[in-house]
């Protein structure tokens, strides 16, 4: 039960810009992990907003 835990520390992680949270590889982001940016669809989609100055 350990090594389970041990190879979930041990996964590659990136920082979202949107939210400067950290977050960790997925496996269903396998195939695509080099283009990975976002934590989430929510940070994605805040992401390209336009935003406006008040």
């Known amino acids: 039960m350990s ?3 041990d ?3 041990n996964l590659p992680t990136k ?3 949107v939210c400067r949270r ?3 590889w997925r496996k269903k ?3 695509d992990w080099g283009k990975v940016r976002y934590c989430s669809n ?3 989609k ?3 907003t336009p935003r406006t100055n008040p």
């Open 42 to 44: 929510a940070c994605r």
């Open 3 to 5: 090594a389970h835990r």
């Open 15 to 17: 920082i979202c810009p």
């Open 22 to 24: 950290e977050f960790a």
């Open 7 to 9: 190879a979930k520390r």
């Open 29 to 31: 982001w396998a195939r």
């Open 46 to 48: 805040k992401a390209s």
